[in-house]
């Protein structure tokens, strides 16, 4: 059944329209979570409070066809509601605002082999991975998942997060700056050959 009329029933009060919307997004849900609060032991708890939030108010939704971008958005208000309540790791600082000497066309990632000799260096990566990712500001983290990891593009994004176009590139491009800046001691070793992007080992690094 199309999306948009799945959603269309469960304004209408279907619970099995929703139960298949729930079978449908759940493992997105919990995958998304995990990317972004990789040391939460408490994902699947949050995953399903997104679609409580999603049962209670999906009657307000105007446009059933935005439904992803609106599970999208509910999913990341969770995010930021719960870091209100937990300690924070990393100081808020301005995100949007760019500096001098950071480029907005900054280069793909490489990444690394997948060989038998660069496996313990690709093990090792994927962890420092995990920890950088954990040290990025949430919203700087927030757009390094919806793209590299969930795949949503530029337009996606900035419909999830409610956004203009302008300041998602600009949050990618500084999220990626940040991440090579983080990842350079170990990008450094690569060899210079490989073509492969980093974003499968991050792919690696961030799945559960």
């Not at 619970?15 to 997105?28: D, G, P, S």
């Not at 313990?120 to 994927?126: H, K």
Request: glycine content about 4%; proline content about 4%; overall charge neutral.
């Amino acid at each position: 059944m199309p999306e948009a009329e799945l959603v269309a029933k469960c304004q209408l009060g279907e619970r099995q329209a929703l139960e298949v919307l729930v079978k449908r997004y759940q493992k997105i849900v919990f995958s998304m979570l995990y990317q972004l609060a990789p040391d939460w032991n408490d994902i699947a708890d949050l995953a399903q409070e997104v679609f409580i939030r999603v049962y209670r108010h999906i009657g307000s939704l105007r446009n059933p066809k935005t439904f992803r971008a609106w599970l999208n958005q509910i999913t990341i208000n969770l995010f930021y509601d719960e870091l209100r309540k937990r300690p924070r790791k990393v100081s808020t600082i301005s995100l949007d605002k760019g500096s001098d000497d950071e480029d907005e066309q900054t280069k793909e990632f490489p990444d690394l082999s997948q060989g038998p000799d660069e496996l313990i260096l690709n093990q090792e990566l994927a962890g420092f991975i995990r920890r950088a990712m954990e040290e990025l500001p949430e919203q700087f983290r927030v757009v390094i998942v919806l793209r590299e990891l969930q795949g949503l593009s530029y337009e996606e994004i900035a419909e999830s997060l409610g956004c203009e176009l302008g300041t998602v590139k600009s949050r990618i491009a500084r999220a990626r700056a940040r991440l090579q800046v983080m990842l350079k001691n170990y990008v450094d070793r690569i060899p210079k050959n490989q073509n492969n992007k980093i974003v499968g080992t991050l792919k690696s690094a961030l799945s559960y």
